[in-house]
Structures are given as structure tokens and as C-alpha cells.
């Protein structure tokens, strides 16, 4: 295990920086100017746009890519643009306003997930134990005893779909979740081709 352990670690030094102050992982993207971070069919004004899909994608992609038990930061290398402080500030927010839109809507999901769990528990509970208790009673008539089958079935086939969003899909929203967490809370800074 200590050997796997150390594969990844060492794969991981050969792809990503760590900043020597933190020890959080930099993810490092080269651009031309600041509105190459955002969509190119986006018209909207530069505080409202949304960000590049090959951006987010490399973004999402890197962010599985390091473990989640470490911090990262976002440096932007731009080289054709001269600094500018509150350009920098506003694609900062608009980076996190991007991924907390998207944290806030897999929380909903998650919940409501949770919500519709418990609700199939439920019947799936009350139609096994009605099939139990009503299965003696109806045993001689074929119709009732159909009916009963149907609730048997329909039970387990409800404590199914419970157990594995339990056991796979949650795993996929939270794994979503902690990925947007980590850029809501992420230092972004930029450096510059004459830095």
C-alpha cells in the first residue's frame, strides 16, 4: 500500500508544482489574454460570462487527479496582457461564483437524492411487510395472491434502487461536490510572460 502511495505521490510531483510556503498543489494554465478564460460564444458582459468548457474540463480533470486531502491553488500564466489588478479580481470571483453555482446545485441533488432514498426505504418497507403479513390470508385466491407477488416484487425492487444509489451514485455527487468546494475555496493568482 505504501508503495502505491508513493507512485502517486511521485506522479504527482512530475505533473503539478506545490507551493513551497502551503504545500498546496498548483494547477498552472498558460493563456494569451484574461478573456480566454471564458467561453467564446459568450457574449454577456466580462463579469457575467461563463468560463471556457475546455477550461473547466481541465480544471475538473486536474482537481481528480490530486487527492482530495490536498489543498490547490490556480496560477494563470497570461502572456499577452499587461497586468491589471481588477481584472484579476473579478475572473477571481467569477472562477468561484462559477463553481459555487455548481456546488450549490449538486448539494440540491444530493439532498433531494437523500430525500427519495428514504421515500423508497419507506414503501419498499411497508409493501414487503404487507406481502408478509397478507400472504396467508390470500394464498387460496390468485388474483389477491398476484397482487401480493407484485408488492413483493415491487419492495425489493425499491430497496434496490436505495441500496445502490447508497453504494454508487452517491459517491459521484460527492466526489462533484468536494471538486467545487475546493475551487469556491482556492487561492487563483496570475503571473505575467515579464514576470
Given amino acids: 500500500m505504501a508503495l502505491k502511495k508513493s507512485k502517486r505521490e511521485d506522479y504527482l510531483k512530475k505533473i503539478y508544482e506545490r507551493n513551497p510556503d502551503t504545500g498546496n498543489y498548483i494547477i498552472e494554465v498558460s493563456l494569451n489574454k484574461y478573456t480566454d478564460i471564458f467561453n467564446d460564444w ?13 477550461l473547466d474540463f481541465f480544471l475538473r480533470s486536474c482537481s481528480y487527479d490530486i487527492p482530495f486531502k490536498h489543498d490547490i491553488e490556480i496560477c ?13 479580481r473579478l475572473i477571481a ?4 461564483n ?5 456546488l450549490r446545485g449538486e448539494i440540491r441533488v444530493l439532498r433531494q437524492s437523500y430525500r427519495r432514498v428514504a421515500l423508497y426505504a419507506f414503501i419498499s418497507f411497508s409493501l414487503l411487510f404487507l406481502a408478509l403479513v397478507l400472504e396467508k390470508q390470500f394464498e387460496s385466491n390468485i388474483f389477491l395472491n398476484t397482487a401480493l407477488q407484485g408488492f413483493n416484487i415491487g419492495g425489493w425492487v425499491l ?7 447508497l453504494i454508487s451514485k452517491r459517491k459521484d455527487i460527492i ?11 482556492c487561492d487563483v493568482y496570475f503571473k505575467y510572460s515579464k514576470d
Fill in 93 to 96: 470571483l467569477k472562477l468561484k
Fill in 159 to 165: 430497496l434496490w434502487e436505495a441500496i445502490s444509489f
Fill in 42 to 54: 459568450d457574449n454577456a458582459p466580462f463579469q457575467k460570462r461563463d468560463l471556457d468548457p475546455d
Fill in 76 to 88: 494563470f500564466y497570461i502572456s499577452n496582457e499587461v497586468r491589471n489588478e481588477e481584472a484579476e
Fill in 98 to 102: 462559477y463553481y459555487s453555482f455548481y
Fill in 175 to 185: 466526489n462533484d461536490i468536494n471538486v467545487f468546494e475546493r475551487y469556491v475555496h
